[in-house]
């Protein structure tokens, strides 16, 4: 099952296509505008363990709950609120809400100027008119993600890896095969020992 988040096709998206097109304003706490990617996610919860119950069952997630603690977490002020975040919403969304944890999370880093350019390359979006929603337009915004996403690696490093998908010699973006090769790296562990022991995720 390969599933992109957030589904903009699904009515559960609602509020968040209406967030990224600014219409709730740009301070909206990171905990409450949090609870409608996790509702997304909540709805989709059924389908991702009927996909599990199956012999080699794999479910590929295009964004998932690292995204609300890298975007949302980077508003927060200090290291100490961000992990206090961390947690938070990892109980809240796995624990309370019920959505499947994933075994295994890896994030493709990039440079905010690198961001924007590959944005500005999109074809047009369902969820805006803009070329950029208010995340993608924000630099700063996209600086502080970056320091996220490196600080939940840290903090969870079993759960979370980080691929470097800027060329650190050109500066330029990696190719797909290379940055592919990585991720072949990472995931291969995780499918041996699935194949080893089917249904046990």
Do not use: C
């Amino acid at each position: 099952m390969a599933e992109r988040f957030p589904r903009y096709d699904h009515e559960t998206s609602h509020h968040i296509q209406r967030f990224l097109r600014g219409e709730y304003g740009t301070d909206v706490h990171p905990e409450l505008i949090s609870l409608a990617y996790s509702f997304d996610r909540m709805m989709a919860s059924t389908a991702i363990r009927n996909t599990l119950k199956l012999e080699s069952g794999v479910v590929l997630a295009d964004r998932f709950t690292a995204s609300n603690l890298g975007h949302n977490g980077s508003k927060l002020d200090s290291q100490a609120e961000r992990l206090d975040f961390f947690e938070f919403q990892r109980h809240f969304e796995h624990e309370v809400m019920g959505v499947p944890k994933p075994d295994l999370n890896l994030i493709i880093m990039i440079d905010p100027e690198t961001a924007q350019r590959n944005v500005d390359k999109k074809a047009a979006r369902e969820y805006t008119n803009q070329q950029r929603d208010i995340h993608e337009a924000d630099t700063e915004h996209l600086r502080r993600t970056y320091d996220t996403y490196n600080l939940l690696a840290e903090t969870y490093p079993d759960e979370f890896r980080i691929i470097d998908g800027i060329d650190s010699e050109t500066g330029w973006m990696r190719s797909v095969e290379s940055i592919q090769a990585d991720i072949r790296q990472h995931v291969k562990p995780l499918l041996d020992a699935m194949l080893d022991q089917p249904n046990v995720h």
